[in-house]
């Protein structure tokens, strides 16, 4: 595609309940990542991606964080037993070697 | 421990007038840093860049400056236009990988007409 794409724009989820967010990266990007941004606050890295392996998830706040990219192309970011200090924008920013990172919209996780 | 800051959480413009966004860092291992601008309901988009080697980059309106004695950097937008209204997040790698960023807290541009 064009652009990074990230499904869902929006996602609603009851505490305790699980989430899945979707990335499709631009085509031919080898790197991935995952940002998640708090209200007002910049992106903080997550984990990072080349190809289908994980290179790094340093950022991942706690073991209830998942990311995967199986084919090396899409990626998603699953989220078990959410709870309210998880209710940020999940941005994924997709690049190849020496060019910029080019991120998605973001979904907007709200856990009420 | 914020390793990259935005001490400025707004700025207000004149259009035709200069915007200069601040930025300072603590890591001196970063070699590359960026500007992001980010509208409402949208994901950052890049900017402009500059790599350590380097104490200036321009790309049309936009300038980055790098002191890095000072270790800060510096976004001008010459001249403002109100379409440039939106927030600028400062960020910084230090890794050679340029998708790993440390970001700022993003400084919010309002370019009056």
């Known amino acids: 595609g064009a652009g990074v794409s990230q499904s869902p724009r929006y996602k609603v989820a009851k505490r305790g309940q699980d989430v899945a967010l979707r990335c499709d990266p631009i085509?031919?990007?080898?790197?991935l990542f995952w940002y998640q941004q708090a209200l007002g606050q910049g992106p903080e890295f997550l984990t990072y991606f080349q190809n289908e392996a994980q290179l790094d998830k340093s950022g991942l706040p706690s073991d209830r964080f998942f990311a995967e990219r199986p084919e090396g192309s899409v990626s998603t970011l699953k989220i078990q037993r959410t709870q309210q200090e998880d209710s940020a924008v999940y941005l994924c920013a997709s690049s190849s070697p020496g060019v910029p990172a080019f991120f998605g919209q973001g979904t907007r996780l709200t856990v009420v | 421990d914020q390793q990259v800051k935005q001490n400025s959480p707004s700025l207000s413009v004149q259009e035709g007038r200069i915007s200069i966004l601040n930025c300072d860092y603590t890591?001196?291992?970063?070699?590359?840093f960026l500007w992001y601008k980010k509208y409402p309901a949208e994901g950052p988009t890049f900017l402009i860049s500059i790599s350590s080697i380097k104490d200036k980059n321009e790309d049309g309106r936009f300038t980055v400056f790098l002191n890095k004695s000072a270790k800060h950097l510096s976004l001008h937008i010459v001249p403002s236009q109100p379409g440039d209204s939106a927030v600028y997040f400062c960020a910084a790698s230090g890794s050679g990988n340029t998708g790993k960023l440390i970001f700022g807290q993003g400084t919010t541009l309002q370019v009056k007409p």
């Open positions: 890591n001196s291992m970063f070699d590359y």
């Open positions: 085509s031919g990007h080898v790197s």
